[in-house]
């Protein structure tokens, strides 16, 4: 079954206040996410060059470019204009009740993103005689999301010689597990076999999955 691209948007930290979700009419054939290290250039005293000390590890970008088509050709998209109004009143659109626009999570077969919109670009493509746009590409980055407790944590707990245990919580799914403890949702495979699980699609609430340290 075809999985369908989804934003969900959030209206507290630590994304648990749903505001609404938009799912793709037509997944991306392609996403990048762009990873960077700070380091400040410092020149020493009798070297022959600069030293680069590490500062941090900036947050990830994550970069999306998918169509909206109301020609008729593919289902469910009436309009190009209010699909687009959909579309930002998740990523965009000002919510008052935070002073800013939601908090996002982009979720996507292994992919589990916690983010806030940056940049949105889009083209329209083709229109009606009388100018009403048929089809457009859309070019959004979202920049890496990280909640105050999820930083501490990170900070103090992801250690690669700690182990660590969850009980699984409803709408819990592995790869968001992995994302949390690891940082990324691409081991969920792994854990599933280290902890026997036949099938990491249906957790069970108030099941316990072991993390055992990257590299074990």
């Known amino acids: 079954m075809l999985q369908k691209l989804i934003i969900v948007g959030y209206s507290d930290e ?4 749903k505001t609404g979700q938009y799912t793709l009419q037509i997944n991306p054939e392609t996403y990048s996410q762009q990873y960077s290290t700070l380091f400040n250039s410092d020149e ?9 000390k590490f500062v941090v590890q900036k947050s990830q970008d994550l970069a999306l470019d998918f169509y909206l088509d109301a020609t008729g050709v593919l289902p469910n998209l009436p309009s190009v204009s209010d699909d687009l109004d959909r579309f930002k009143s998740i990523v965009y659109s000002y919510n008052g009740s935070i002073h800013s626009p939601n908090y996002l999570r982009v979720l996507w077969g292994q992919l589990t993103f916690d983010c ?3 940049t949105l670009n889009i083209e329209y ?12 590409k859309l070019s959004a980055t979202f920049h890496q999301y990280l909640s105050p407790e999820k930083m501490q944590l990170q900070a103090r707990n992801s250690s690669p ?5 969850r009980l699984v919580s409803s709408g819990d799914t592995l790869p968001l597990l992995c994302f949390h403890i690891y940082g990324d949702s691409k ?7 280290i902890n026997g699980l036949n099938d990491f699609r249906n957790l069970q609430p108030g099941q316990k999955v072991i993390f055992p340290p990257l590299g074990d």
Do not use: C, M
């Open 14 to 17: 630590k994304l648990t206040q």
């Open 44 to 52: 020493a005293i009798n070297t022959g060059g600069v030293i680069n």
């Open 116 to 118: 806030r919109l940056e």
């Open 125 to 136: 493509l083709l229109f009606t005689p009388s100018g009403v746009p048929l089809r457009a």
């Open 161 to 165: 010689d700690l182990t660590h245990s």
């Open 187 to 193: 081991y969920y495979l792994d854990i599933a076999r």
